[in-house]
C-alpha cells in the first residue's frame, strides 16, 4: 500500500491557500460599493477628499462607479439625485393691490456636479424629505415679491417671464442647498375678488357678440347657400323631368309614328286611289256633260227655239189679223158714218125744205159725230182684242218655252246624273277621311258641285226664255 503521508503538507497548503483566497473575495465584495446611476454614494470616514469638495469637508462623493469601503474605518451613505416635485399654493398681491392666489409646480433635483452633491450632502443628507418645505418657502418668498411688483393683466399676459423671474431670483438659494430646478409652471391664478373676471366681462361681451354675429353671418351664408343648392337641385330637376318628357314624347312620337307606319301608308295609298277615281270621276262627270249638252240640251234648244220662233210668227199672224179687224171695223165705221152722213144730208136737204132746216141739220151732225165716236170706239176695242190675243199668244209660247223643257229633262235626268257623278265611288271598298267632318263635307261637297254645274245653265236658260216681252203693235189711228 502506497504511502500518502508525504502529500499531507501540500493538501493542507493548497486547502488553506483556497479558505485564504474565498475569504478575501468574499471581504472584497463586502467591502466595495458601487453608485447606481441615480444616487450618489457619500464616504466618510478615513479619506481623502476629492479636489471639488470645499471649506475644508473631508469626505469622498462616488457617483457612477464602484469605492473600496472599509468596514469600521469607513462609512458610506447614499444621496438619491432623482426628481423631485413640490407643489406651490402662494397668496400674493400685486402691484394694484388685488389679492391673487397662485398654484404652481416646482421640478427639481440634486444637481449632478460634485459641489452641489456635496451642498445638497452637507444639508439634506439622511434628510432628503425636508427638501420640499426648503424649497416651498424659497419660491414662496420670490413669488410674493415678483408677483408685488406686477399687475393682474401683466400676470396673465406673461405667466413664461413670471415664471422666468422666479427661477432666476431662486437660482442662487437652490444652488447653495445644491439643488436644480428642471421646470416651474404656473398652472393657476385665482382671483378671490372677481377681478379677473370683471376685466374679462366685456372681452366676453365682445366674443360672445362677434360670436353670434358670425353665427348669424355663417347661418346666413349656409341658408343662402342651401338656397342657392336647393334652387340648382330644382332647376337640375327640372330640367331632368323635362328632358325626361321630352325623351318619352319622342319615344312616344316615335312609337306612335311606328304604329302609324302601316295604316298611315296605307291611307296614303288609298288616298291616292280616291284622288284618281275623283280625277277619273271628273273626267266622266265632263263626258256625261258634253253628252248632255249634245243629246239633251242643245236638241232642247234648238226645239225650244222652233217653238219660241212659231209662236213669235203666231203672235206676228194674230197681230196682223187683229189690226186687219180693227182696219176693217174702222172703215165699216168710216163707211158707216160717211153713209150715215149723205143720208143726214139728205135728209136735210129734205127737212130743208121743210120747216125745220136747221133742226135736221143738228141732228144729221149729231148723228155723224156719234158714228165716228162708235168708229173710234170699235178700234180701240179691236186694237184692245188684238193686244189680248197677242199677250196671249206670247203667253201659250212662254209656256211652251225652251227653259220648261230642259227643266223637265233635268227633272227626268236628274238621277242618271247623280248616279254617274257617283260611280266613282261604287268601287271603293273603304274610304278613309283624314280630315274628319271637315273631310266629309268636302267629298260630299265635291259631288253635289258635279250637279250643282248645271244649275247656271238652268238659270240662263229661264233668263232667256223670260226675257223681255215683245211690245205689241201700235193701234192704227181712227
Given at each position: 500500500m502506497p504511502d500518502y503521508s508525504a502529500f499531507f503538507p501540500l493538501i493542507a497548503t493548497i486547502i488553506g491557500a483556497a479558505v485564504i483566497i474565498g475569504v478575501i473575495r468574499l471581504a472584497i465584495k463586502l467591502m466595495w460599493k458601487v453608485a447606481e446611476p441615480n444616487e450618489a454614494l457619500i464616504i466618510s470616514g478615513l479619506t481623502r477628499g476629492s479636489q471639488d469638495t470645499r471649506d475644508g469637508m473631508d469626505f469622498k462623493i462616488v457617483t457612477g462607479k464602484g469605492a473600496l469601503v472599509i468596514p469600521g474605518l469607513q462609512t458610506v451613505r447614499t444621496l438619491a439625485l432623482t426628481l423631485n416635485e413640490t407643489e406651490l399654493k402662494v397668496?400674493?398681491?400685486?402691484?394694484?393691490?388685488?389679492?391673487?392666489?397662485?398654484?404652481?409646480?416646482?421640478?427639481?433635483?440634486?444637481?449632478?456636479?460634485?459641489?452641489?452633491?456635496?451642498?445638497?450632502?452637507?444639508?439634506?443628507?439622511?434628510?432628503?424629505?425636508?427638501?420640499?418645505?426648503?424649497?416651498?418657502?424659497?419660491?414662496?418668498?420670490?413669488?410674493?415679491?415678483?408677483?408685488?411688483?406686477?399687475?393682474?393683466?401683466?400676470?396673465?399676459?406673461?405667466?413664461?417671464?413670471?415664471?422666468?423671474?422666479v427661477r432666476s431670483a431662486s437660482g442662487v438659494e437652490m444652488e447653495k442647498l445644491g439643488l436644480v430646478v428642471d421646470s416651474l409652471q404656473i398652472k393657476d391664478l385665482q382671483d378671490p375678488t372677481?377681478?379677473?373676471?370683471?376685466?374679462?366681462?366685456?372681452?366676453?361681451?365682445?366674443?360672445?357678440?362677434?360670436?353670434?354675429?358670425?353665427?348669424?353671418?355663417?347661418?346666413?351664408?349656409?341658408?343662402?347657400?342651401?338656397?342657392?343648392?336647393?334652387?340648382?337641385?330644382?332647376?337640375?330637376?327640372?330640367?331632368?323631368?323635362?328632358?325626361?318628357?321630352?325623351?318619352?314624347?319622342?319615344?312616344?312620337?316615335?312609337?306612335?309614328?311606328?304604329?302609324?307606319?302601316?295604316?298611315?301608308?296605307?291611307?296614303?295609298?288609298?288616298?291616292?286611289?280616291?284622288?284618281?277615281?275623283?280625277?277619273?270621276?271628273?273626267?266622266?262627270?265632263?263626258?256625261?256633260?258634253?253628252?248632255?249638252?249634245?243629246?239633251?240640251?242643245?236638241?232642247?234648244?234648238?226645239?225650244?227655239?222652233?217653238?219660241?220662233?212659231?209662236?213669235?210668227?203666231?203672235?206676228?199672224?194674230?197681230?196682223?189679223?187683229?189690226?186687219?179687224?180693227?182696219?176693217?171695223?174702222?172703215?165699216?165705221?168710216?163707211?158707216?158714218?160717211?153713209?150715215?152722213?149723205?143720208?143726214?144730208?139728205?135728209?136735210?136737204?129734205?127737212?130743208?125744205?121743210?120747216?125745220?132746216?136747221?133742226?135736221?141739220?143738228?141732228?144729221?151732225?149729231?148723228?155723224?159725230?156719234?158714228?165716228?165716236?162708235?168708229?173710234?170706239?170699235s178700234a180701240v176695242q179691236a186694237k184692245a182684242l188684238a193686244e189680248a190675243e197677242g199677250i196671249k199668244a206670247r203667253a201659250e209660247a212662254l209656256g211652251t218655252n225652251q227653259d220648261a223643257v230642259i227643266s223637265q229633262q233635268l227633272a227626268e235626268n236628274m238621277p242618271a246624273i247623280i248616279a254617274a257623278a257617283a260611280e266613282p265611288f261604287a268601287h271603293v271598298g273603304q274610304f278613309t277621311v283624314l280630315n274628319g267632318g271637315e273631310g266629309v263635307n268636302r267629298v260630299i261637297g265635291g259631288i253635289l258641285s258635279q250637279v250643282g254645274d248645271y244649275l247656271p245653265a238652268l238659270a240662263s236658260a229661264l233668263k232667256n226664255g223670260r226675257g223681255t216681252p215683245n211690245r205689241p203693235p201700235k193701234a192704227p189711228d181712227a
Amino acid at each position: 500500500m502506497p504511502d500518502y503521508s508525504a502529500f499531507f503538507p501540500l493538501i493542507a497548503t493548497i486547502i488553506g491557500a483556497a479558505v485564504i483566497i474565498g475569504v478575501i473575495r468574499l471581504a472584497i465584495k463586502l467591502m466595495w460599493k458601487v453608485a447606481e446611476p441615480n444616487e450618489a454614494l457619500i464616504i466618510s470616514g478615513l479619506t481623502r477628499g476629492s479636489q471639488d469638495t470645499r471649506d475644508g469637508m473631508d469626505f469622498k462623493i462616488v457617483t457612477g462607479k464602484g469605492a473600496l469601503v472599509i468596514p469600521g474605518l469607513q462609512t458610506v451613505r447614499t444621496l438619491a439625485l432623482t426628481l423631485n416635485e413640490t407643489e406651490l399654493k402662494v397668496s400674493c398681491v400685486t402691484s394694484q393691490g388685488i389679492q391673487v392666489i397662485v398654484d404652481g409646480v416646482v421640478i427639481y433635483k440634486i444637481g449632478d456636479a460634485a459641489p452641489f452633491i456635496a451642498n445638497a450632502a452637507r444639508r439634506f443628507l439622511g434628510q432628503q424629505p425636508k427638501m420640499e418645505s426648503q424649497v416651498y418657502n424659497v419660491f414662496e418668498g420670490h413669488l410674493r415679491s415678483i408677483i408685488g411688483s406686477m399687475t393682474v393683466e401683466e400676470i396673465i399676459r406673461e405667466r413664461d417671464k413670471l415664471a422666468s423671474q422666479v427661477r432666476s431670483a431662486s437660482g442662487v438659494e437652490m444652488e447653495k442647498l445644491g439643488l436644480v430646478v428642471d421646470s416651474l409652471q404656473i398652472k393657476d391664478l385665482q382671483d378671490p375678488t372677481g377681478y379677473i373676471q370683471n376685466i374679462a366681462k366685456p372681452h366676453i361681451a365682445q366674443v360672445k357678440m362677434e360670436a353670434r354675429i358670425a353665427e348669424a353671418t355663417r347661418n346666413r351664408e349656409a341658408a343662402e347657400k342651401e338656397a342657392e343648392a336647393a334652387a340648382l337641385i330644382a332647376d337640375a330637376q327640372s330640367l331632368s323631368a323635362i328632358r325626361q318628357s321630352v325623351a318619352q314624347a319622342n319615344a312616344e312620337r316615335a312609337k306612335a309614328n311606328a304604329a302609324q307606319a302601316g295604316p298611315l301608308a296605307d291611307a296614303t295609298a288609298r288616298q291616292q286611289v280616291v284622288v284618281q277615281e275623283t280625277e277619273v270621276a271628273k273626267l266622266e262627270a265632263d263626258r256625261e256633260e258634253q253628252k248632255l249638252q249634245t243629246t239633251i240640251r242643245k236638241p232642247a234648244d234648238a226645239k225650244a227655239y222652233a217653238q219660241r220662233t212659231e209662236a213669235e210668227g203666231q203672235k206676228s199672224a194674230d197681230i196682223s189679223a187683229a189690226e186687219a179687224r180693227a182696219r176693217r171695223t174702222e172703215l165699216e165705221a168710216q163707211a158707216n158714218a160717211k153713209r150715215t152722213e149723205i143720208e143726214a144730208q139728205a135728209n136735210a136737204t129734205a127737212a130743208a125744205a121743210a120747216a125745220g132746216a136747221t133742226r135736221v141739220t143738228g141732228e144729221a151732225e149729231a148723228a155723224a159725230t156719234k158714228a165716228r165716236g162708235d168708229a173710234a170706239a170699235s178700234a180701240v176695242q179691236a186694237k184692245a182684242l188684238a193686244e189680248a190675243e197677242g199677250i196671249k199668244a206670247r203667253a201659250e209660247a212662254l209656256g211652251t218655252n225652251q227653259d220648261a223643257v230642259i227643266s223637265q229633262q233635268l227633272a227626268e235626268n236628274m238621277p242618271a246624273i247623280i248616279a254617274a257623278a257617283a260611280e266613282p265611288f261604287a268601287h271603293v271598298g273603304q274610304f278613309t277621311v283624314l280630315n274628319g267632318g271637315e273631310g266629309v263635307n268636302r267629298v260630299i261637297g265635291g259631288i253635289l258641285s258635279q250637279v250643282g254645274d248645271y244649275l247656271p245653265a238652268l238659270a240662263s236658260a229661264l233668263k232667256n226664255g223670260r226675257g223681255t216681252p215683245n211690245r205689241p203693235p201700235k193701234a192704227p189711228d181712227a
